[in-house]
């Protein structure tokens, strides 16, 4: 079998190539390699991944749709996993088109492509807990609305799902979206808060903490992120003639949705402090109103997502900041 993993030199795409890779996948990846954070550590994160003899490279940007159609034709998929995407809430508000052309232009040419490669069998592909927007209830259910997104990397990420469910309506694609919630854990992302608030605490500078400390979040460990997006790839949704659809993530067509998440949210209080243990540091705690296009609260409903696949999350906080930390200690003596 060959898969095609979008984003591979990211933080998700990288672990999810890998565990395939392990599991003796041929895997081919691809990625933009741009400037939005550290380029040396998506280079490092991908001579990793060149070493294996499995793995083929190419340099790619999804909205390049003559590139994505040529990959496709000279490689014959089997499955894609899709997680090439510009990330970040708060850069779209200053940065929207890099969030048209890669988020909307860039996954219809992954679905176009998928459309006419005859042996593709799966389109995986990530969506995020910000598609729930303003939803209040708790914890953020797939059966729930998500008509009100605060932030355009929110609707970018829905358009995605309404996307994938035309194709897979219209031609038969079966396709399972992921909306991730608080991913975190070695290799991570620079502009995510356990990387800014470890920087900050062992420089002794002031932790942002917005909406005065108010805030939870479903904090959600690499490792079981990807075994969820690994057995998500190999559980292919089935066409349903005749069937009524009992929520939005649900269909006639072969189309999931599901949370993938940790389903036990912290408060960032919580949060700081296994930092702070982890790190053997205290922070120094600047308290803020909250963020332009930032939600309070995220709790991911896993049910389906376990009834289906049997995801179930086993990494606890403390487990998984001390892994983080343990890394990240070593590797920014290197930066």
Known sequence: MQVLVTGAAGFIGFFAAKKLLAQGISVVGIDNLNDYYLPQLKADRLAQLSSEPNFEFRELNIADRDGIESLF?????????????????????????????????????????????????????????????????????????????????????????????????????????????????????????????????????????????????DFTYIDDIVEGVVRCLNVIPQTQPNHTPTSPADSSAPYRIYNIGNNQPVEIETFIQTLESALGKEAIREYLPMQPGDVEATWADIDDLNQSVGYQPSTPLAEGIGHFADWYLEYRQKL
């Open 73 to 217: 034709k000279d490689y014959q998929f089997d499955r894609v996993v899709h997680l090439a995407a510009q990330a970040g809430v708060r850069y779209s508000l200053t940065n929207p088109h890099a969030y048209a052309d890669s988020n909307v232009v860039g996954t219809l040419n992954i679905l176009e492509a998928c459309r006419n490669a005859d042996q593709m069998q799966h389109l995986v592909y990530a969506s995020s807990s910000s598609v729930y927007g303003l939803n209040s209830k708790m914890p953020f259910s797939t059966a729930d609305n998500v008509d009100h997104p605060v932030s355009l990397y929110a609707a970018t990420k829905k358009s995605n799902e309404l996307m994938a469910h035309c194709y897979s309506h219209l031609y038969k694609i079966p396709t399972t979206g992921l909306r991730f919630f608080t991913v975190y854990g070695p290799w991570g992302r620079p502009d995510m808060a356990y990387w800014t608030f470890s920087e900050k605490i062992l420089r002794g500078e002031p932790l942002p903490i917005f909406n005065q400390g108010k805030l939870k979040r």
